[in-house]
């Protein structure tokens, strides 16, 4: 059964604009216009999208703190506008750019308070906070102030805040803005090993694709308020039609070589790009080459996920 | 009251029988608004400069106004019916009270009109806690810290400077810390409603700006309300503010005794459930507001 469920879901804004000195405009915004979807338990489902597609507004609203304005939704079972409370004690929300901490006091102070909102049994509570210590990292911080806290810190301070009730689904919105290398690496890290190893649902929503490329199975696309890709990141290759590109080295400066199945998208001197579909092999195509032209080395360069998703944003935009 | 759902499956292997439930809920939930409290004293203990500076400052206005009323004293003896030890203990003891009960605004005020600005308050929203409550606690657990560091500080500076007048009955001290507590909660009341307004006006700064002024006058705070000539004086005593300082201040210099300590009680636990009340229903709207039309 899913966990997540969306069926036909709307939800508009009535924006009031100024036109004139007294008179005021109303005007309708759909900020989310017929999405379906769902997700089963244990999904890492990565969420993106341009701005203003309507990524929060769905992830208020399976939040229970945006009531849709038409549509079915149904998250662990509940209701969530209705049941906002009841669904509250069954997620996590981790949001990249606020905080849920007590910025004054000593991270613990967070933790403690968490325990009684979610009213975490003793002995779970300390299961879940020494898990989170260890695989955040989070021993010698649990003193500090959180206001003491770099970003990457804190953000690691968030995410055990968000866990410690054995949420079942764990929603992320720009879990790694604006973080290091480094520290990036290890928030994906621990989000593998709470999707993987406890089970959790995790909805991802970022602008960072290494992100998705490196934990979510499954990827939807939203734009304009509706699903425009759903499936694998690999199949978003195919969807986007994307390229890969051969690049030749020949052994002296000639003109654009003509081969069956790829075409010349620049010439430099003796190095000519060669574009072929991204689900073709480049066997055959680098056989013809070598068959007809003196090739000195050549190297095949995988299509960027972000130029693919680039086109699609732009596409959407212009359909 | 809100029962814990059995998530994993060891909660609900042992779920204990109804009646046992919701009174282990209730104290859960006692135990949670005493943490949130708890924490709040702790993050004002923080700041130990700015409480410094808080406390010498409420010194300092101790000092030039006990000068003030010494002086108007002098010109009129017993005026309002207060004898000159009474009138420079009530400045003593209503700058002790005046951040505690934050009669000017502040407190929780400050960090939800932040919230409201940055966004964080749909933060409070899906958290399972109530909105009133979490503030709520947040400001007794302020308030005690600040009774303790910017009320008795200064009073203890007062009586070593001044003649003071303050009971040696440690009932009279005990139903004037529950008066300051009943206060304490009047005036969340108060500032809790205007705080809401944020809802619809995205800022509630210029709300408060009148509500100062207004709650400076007719606290007490800026003269004792018993002064005010006529129906300005009658009006003044029955407004909610009235709860915030006179009250409290009345009892302890044994103005009000017997059974006008009951009544002064009676008005204040009135003033300050209704204002919980109409805070409640504000909210309920507030939220309404942001679920359903969206903030």
């Known amino acids: 059964m899913s966990l997540i469920e969306l069926q036909d879901i709307r939800r508009s804004f009535t924006i009031r604009t100024k036109a004139g000195r007294l008179r005021r405009e109303k005007r309708e915004v759909h900020a989310v216009d017929g999405l379906s979807f769902s997700i089963d338990a244990g999904e890492c489902v990565g969420y993106i999208g341009p701005n203003g597609a309507g990524k929060s507004t769905t992830i208020k609203m399976l939040t229970g703190i945006l009531v849709p304005s038409s549509g079915r939704l149904r998250v662990a079972g509940v209701d969530p506008a209705r049941e906002r409370v009841r669904l509250a004690r069954r997620i996590g929300v981790v949001f990249g750019q606020r905080t849920t901490l007590w910025w004054d006091l000593p991270l613990r102070d967070s933790y403690e308070l968490a325990r009684r909102i979610y009213r975490i049994p003793d002995a779970r509570y300390r299961a879940n906070l020494d898990r989170c210590i260890e695989l955040l990292d989070l021993g010698g911080l649990l003193d500090t102030p959180v206001r003491q806290l770099s970003l990457g810190q804190r953000m690691r301070g968030d995410l055990a805040a968000a866990l410690l009730h054995d949420p079942q689904v764990l929603y992320l919105d720009e879990p790694t803005i604006g973080l290091d290398v480094v520290s990036k690496a290890r928030v994906r890290e621990f989000l593998r090993e709470v999707n993987t190893r406890q089970g959790t649902t995790v909805l991802l929503t970022t602008h960072d694709l290494v992100d998705i490329e490196q934990l979510c199975g499954r990827v939807m696309v939203i734009d304009h308020g509706r699903v425009v890709y759903d499936g694998s990141l690999d199949g978003l290759h195919a969807a986007g039609q994307s390229e890969r590109t051969l690049v030749v080295d020949l052994a002296e400066a000639g003109p654009a070589i003509e081969v069956a199945g790829a075409r010349v998208v620049k010439v430099e001197g003796p190095r000519q790009w060669l574009a072929f579909p991204a689900q073709q092999s480049a066997a055959p195509i680098v056989a013809a080459v070598a068959a007809r032209y003196p090739l000195a080395d050549l190297s095949v360069r995988e299509p960027a996920i972000e130029d693919v998703i680039a086109r699609m944003y732009a596409e959407v935009a212009i359909g | ?295």
């Open chain 2, 1 to 295: 009251m809100e029962i814990p759902v059995g998530l994993g499956p060891e909660n609900g292997a042992h779920a204990p029988d109804t009646g046992q439930l919701s009174r282990d809920g209730r104290w859960d939930t006692g135990r949670l608004y005493l943490a949130i409290a708890k924490g709040a004293f702790r993050r004002y203990s923080t700041y130990r400069a700015a409480t410094v500076a808080g406390t010498v400052t409420n010194t300092v206005f101790g000092f030039i106004l006990a000068y003030t009323f010494l002086a108007l004293w002098q010109a009129r003896p017993g005026l309002g019916g207060y004898d000159t030890a009474q009138a420079v203990t009530y400045i003593w003891i209503s700058q002790s009270l005046l951040v505690t009960v934050a009669v000017w605004g502040g407190g929780f005020q400050d960090e939800v009109q932040d919230r409201f600005r940055t966004g964080d308050i749909a933060i409070d929203l899906y958290r399972p806690v109530d909105f009133q409550g979490w503030w709520l606690a947040t400001d007794l657990g302020r308030a005690a810290f600040h009774l303790v560091a910017r009320g008795l500080l200064p009073t203890l500076v007062g009586a070593l400077a001044f003649h003071l007048r303050l009971p040696t009955d440690p009932l009279v001290w005990a139903v004037f810390l529950l008066t300051v507590l009943i206060a304490v909660v009047a005036s969340f009341g108060l500032r809790f409603l205007v705080s809401l307004t944020g809802f619809w006006l995205h800022d509630s700064e210029g709300i408060r700006a009148v509500m100062l002024v207004v709650a400076m006058f007719f606290s007490g705070m800026l003269l004792p309300i018993g002064l005010f000539p006529g129906r300005l004086g009658e009006l003044a005593h029955v407004l909610p503010w009235a709860a915030l300082i006179q009250i409290p201040t009345d009892i302890l210099l044994e103005r009000r005794t017997g059974g006008a300590v009951l009544t002064g009680i009676a008005f204040q636990l009135v003033w300050a459930l209704v204002l919980l009340a109409a805070g409640r229903a504000a909210q309920l709207l507030a939220t309404r507001k942001v679920v359903v039309q969206g903030g």
